[in-house]
């Protein structure tokens, strides 16, 4: 009874009809969630990989203008300031022939993050599209491709670069030749993994019935899939990269006088190390920083953009 | 098995072919002139040419160099007066050899243990510990490691000595210089490992008999998750090996690193050519032996090699 006393109440005007709204039944009420928007999320929310991202971004920053803003050219020589600790006028202090420290820390950044990425970045490139090639064509090309890869893939890296090195000569050209000439071999193989095991799958099958040609099932079916191993691989690679870079430059064959690297620093530094260690400490500082906060990114990355994690937390 | 272990050996050698041949070519694209010396007339350099056979066609030069190769003669040193390839590397490897195996045996048994004691606290402050070390190992290149530890350990604290090696105590500081990127990598694998492992269906079939924990972890966990660990072994090696240049260099070791370094400076052909031949042999059959313990051990991967 009392239900009914409060109907009564209710003016019955408010209640109407709606009847099915096709549009509406189909709009999507929150915003379309792509896979690089749910990487981008995933990686915001870890910590370790946001904060490696960021000091990449700072270092990248200070590469371009910190030697700017000192005030002293990387190459200037003080014979009256040399060997002098941190202090107002050079931040990082000086070195041996009394180079402001800061800005020749700040250039050999520029040189070895460029060198870390430009290599790492034309290895993907090589490597992606003859595996990418060898894996989707298959038959003898592949077979082909493959033997001399698995001929290439023996040869010891390291060794080869330093022989295109002392080939070549030292400069920034050279060390990412030398890089590169053996440094695909990685990433074709790894690249035509994938792209074998994908091209069975059901989707690229569904693609070719309908009659897609080779090309759009590249690009718009097998590539997005590979995208994400090739982008955290390519991560995990700039950090190898600049050790090479560093490695060579420590030995005598990466970057020649005046112009700087980290490895040239750190080949100084240790040179010094005895007396002003301050010299080795404060390059190091950087190289170790980079390398980790590049390990730290890649390892998100590898998070990230795994598509079975894709949609947990 | 027999089969699989045939045709990794003909890769192998075709690899060795290869590599011998890039290296002959690159040696010979070098800039600079292993006589250049005001010093010499026409006359003498000239008989340093025919010596060296440097006047004979390329082909021929090749081929002579493969022949000489394959019956273990890499020539004589062309800055070294008197000294063979041979003796140079049969007198310089055998430091390098033995700092390897100390840096890889250190770094394998204590990146074992880290990694165990890390997966078995996991979440705990050891954990994150080996964590920390993992992440040092990783980040820092070894040449800052080596001199960060002759600088603490050798000259500040005077705990070691600083440099060459005559004795045990000399090898410890470039042994952990050497080998903390292979212990940090190999924790770091250990713990994923042996936290995988847990989950399998045996350990707890282990659990439900009633065995106590310690022989779990010792009979069940461990030696099924150390497998994963013998795959790095090949790059390990190669990494290694690339070390002792640094290591050598920092710690004034008359190793066979010293060596190559200061023959590609000085642009020594014949021992470039010796070296990195021999270095490559040594990686190629290092590589070679690990692809065939992976196929004992592992028999799915003997049948995908088919």
């Known amino acids: 009874m009392e239900n009914n006393e409060v109907l009564k109440k209710v003016d019955k005007n408010a209640f109407k009809r709606i009847g099915k709204n096709v549009e509406k039944m189909e709009a999507i009420s929150r915003p379309n969630l792509t896979y690089w928007k749910d990487a981008w999320r995933r990686i915001k929310k870890n910590k370790a990989a946001f904060a490696g991202l960021i000091i990449i971004i700072v270092y990248v920053i200070l590469a371009v203008f910190g030697p700017l803003i000192s005030g002293y050219e990387y190459t200037q020589i003080d014979s009256s300031r040399m060997n002098q600790f941190v202090s107002k006028e050079h931040w990082f202090g000086t070195d041996e022939l009394g180079r402001d420290l800061w800005t020749r820390v700040w250039r050999g950044a520029r040189v070895s993050l460029l060198i870390g990425f430009i290599s790492t970045i034309l290895n993907t490139i090589i490597g992606g599209l003859v595996g990418g090639i060898s894996g989707y064509y298959g038959g003898a090309l592949d077979l082909v491709l493959m033997r001399i890869i698995d001929v290439l893939y023996g040869i010891p890296y390291l060794i080869v670069s330093i022989l295109v090195m002392v080939v070549l000569g030292p400069g920034v050209s050279s060390l990412i030749i030398a890089m590169v000439i053996v440094g695909w071999i990685g990433t074709a193989r790894f690249v035509r993994g994938e792209v074998l095991r994908l091209k069975e799958q059901d989707f690229v099958a569904a693609a070719k019935v309908l009659g897609v040609s080779d090309l759009p099932i590249i690009v718009k079916h097998i590539l997005p899939n590979v995208m994400g191993l090739i982008i955290t691989n390519l991560t995990m690679a700039v950090p190898k990269a600049i050790f090479n870079e560093a490695f060579l430059s420590y030995i005598g064959l990466g970057i020649s006088p005046p112009e700087c690297s980290w490895g040239v620093l750190a080949k100084s530094g240790v040179k010094m190390l005895r007396i002003y260690p301050y010299q080795l400490f404060i390059p190091s500082f950087f190289i170790c920083t980079t390398m980790l906060a590049l390990n730290l990114l890649g390892d998100g990355m590898r998070d990230a953009l795994d598509p079975k994690l894709r949609g947990t937390e | 098995m027999g089969k699989y272990i045939l045709k990794r050996l003909g890769i192998s050698l075709l690899t060795l072919l290869v590599l011998i041949t890039i290296v002959f070519i690159l040696v010979r694209l070098m800039p600079g002139d292993p006589f250049a010396s005001d010093k010499l007339t026409p006359e003498i350099r000239q008989n340093l040419e025919r010596y060296y056979g440097f006047d004979k066609p390329i082909i021929v030069q090749y081929f002579t160099y493969i022949k000489n190769i394959l019956n273990g003669d890499f020539g004589y040193s062309m800055k070294y007066i008197n000294q063979s390839v041979n003796t140079i590397i049969a007198d310089s490897f055998p430091y390098s050899f033995d700092l390897g195996m100390r840096g890889l045996s250190v770094s394998i048994s204590l990146g074992l243990v880290l990694g165990i004691i890390a997966a078995l606290n996991r979440g705990k402050t050891l954990d994150y510990m080996s964590v920390i070390i993992a992440i040092i190992g990783t980040s820092v290149p070894d040449f800052i490691i080596g001199g960060l530890l002759q600088y603490f350990f050798g000259i500040k604290w005077g705990l070691f000595p600083v440099a060459q090696y005559k004795g045990i105590e000399y090898t410890i500081l470039p042994s952990i210089a050497l080998g ?40 069940h966990q461990i030696r099924n998750a150390i497998m994963p660990v013998v795959t790095v072994l090949g790059p390990t090696v190669a990494s290694v090996l690339t070390g002792t240049f640094v290591v050598e260099s920092i710690f004034a070791i008359p190793g066979m690193g010293k060596y190559y370094v200061q023959s590609v400076q000085n642009l020594d052909y014949s021992l470039i050519l010796g070296m990195t031949v021999f270095y490559g042999a040594f990686l190629v059959l290092a590589n070679m032996v690990v692809d065939i313990l992976y196929g004992v051990i592992d028999p799915r991967i003997r049948v995908a090699g088919k």
């Open chain 2, 180 to 219: 903390f990127y292979t212990l940090a990598m190999v924790s770091r694998i250990m713990r994923a490992s042996m936290l995988e492992v847990v989950q399998q269906d045996y350990i707890k079939t282990a659990k439900s008999k009633g065995i106590s924990n310690f022989r779990i972890t010792a009979k």
